[in-house]
C-alpha cells in the first residue's frame, strides 16, 4: 500500500512569513495526526483529527497555526506568522483507528525559520 | 508533555554486538510501542506491546514490559551497520494518542 505523503520536503522562510504543509494519508485510515519534532527531541503532537474532525488540539498554538482536514482525507498543516523555534520538522501520521498496529509516518517537512 | 524517556541518551556500539535501551513512563498505559528514525526520515513503526504482554520478539528485536516499575526495554542482537538510527519510545494511554521520549541514538560502528 502507498505510504503517507508530505510535501514540501524542505522548506525555507524568514521569520512572520506564512507556510503551509500538506499531507496525504494511507488509503482508509480515519485517524491523522500531525507532530512537531524539535532537532534532538521526540515528536510532539499539535493536533489528532478522527475523519473530519478535530479529537485533540490543546498542544496546538492556536494563535499561529491552524489545520484543516477536509472530506477527511487530506490534511493541511499552516503556520502564520512563523517565529524561529517553528524550525522543525513536521511528521505526518495516520492510522485505521486506535492505534494498535502502530502509526505510519510520512517522511515529514523539515522547516527553517530564518 | 513528552510521557516516555529513553535511557540511554546514546549508545555507540561494534557491529554484531547487542544494543539494549530502556525506556520509563509515568501514567498507566494502554499499549506501548517502538519506533526507529533513520537521520532526516519519518519513524517507524518497529514493535508494540500491550500492558497485559511481559515480553515480545520481532527479528532480531525483543521488546519487554514492566508495568509496576512503568519500564520497557529494547534490544537489538547482532547488530548491523544500518541500525545506525534514533529509537523511540511511545505511549499510548488509552486515547488514541501517542507520547514520545526523546529518543536514544544507535551507532553501529562497522
Known amino acids: 500500500e502507498a505510504g503517507v505523503a508530505q510535501s514540501p520536503r524542505y522548506k525555507i522562510i524568514e521569520k512572520r512569513q506564512s507556510v503551509a504543509f500538506w499531507c496525504n494519508p494511507i488509503?482508509?485510515?480515519?485517524?491523522l495526526y500531525w507532530y512537531q519534532q524539535i532537532l534532538g527531541q521526540g515528536p510532539k503532537l499539535l493536533i489528532q483529527?478522527?475523519?473530519?474532525?478535530?479529537?485533540?488540539d490543546s498542544q496546538l498554538p492556536k494563535d499561529r497555526f491552524s489545520a484543516e482536514r477536509l472530506k477527511g482525507v487530506d490534511s493541511t498543516l499552516k503556520i502564520q506568522p512563523a517565529k524561529l523555534e517553528d524550525s522543525a520538522v513536521y511528521l505526518c501520521a495516520s492510522s485505521l483507528g486506535p492505534p494498535t498496529e502502530g502509526y505510519t509516518f510520512g517522511s515529514g517537512t523539515r522547516l527553517t525559520v530564518v | 508533555s513528552q510521557q516516555g524517556e529513553e535511557d540511554p541518551q546514546a549508545l555507540s556500539i561494534q557491529e554484531g554486538e547487542n544494543a539494549t535501551m530502556n525506556c520509563s513512563y509515568k501514567?498507566?498505559?494502554?499499549?506501548l510501542q517502538w519506533y526507529r528514525q533513520n537521520s532526516g526520515r519519518g519513524l517507524v513503526h518497529l514493535i508494540l506491546i500491550r500492558s497485559n504482554e511481559r515480553e515480545k520478539h520481532s527479528g532480531r528485536l525483543r521488546v519487554t514490559l514492566d508495568t509496576s516499575k512503568k519500564s520497557s526495554s529494547l534490544l537489538i542482537t547482532a547488530s548491523r551497520a544500518a541500525d545506525t538510527a534514533s529509537y523511540f519510545c511511545?505511549?499510548?494511554?488509552?486515547?488514541?494518542?501517542?507520547?514520545f521520549g526523546a529518543g536514544t541514538t544507535v551507532t553501529v560502528r562497522a
Open positions: 501514567t498507566s498505559i494502554n499499549n
Open positions: 511511545a505511549t499510548d494511554r488509552n486515547d488514541y494518542k501517542l507520547s
Open positions: 488509503s482508509g485510515h480515519a485517524t
Open positions: 483529527f478522527q475523519n473530519n474532525g478535530v479529537v485533540d
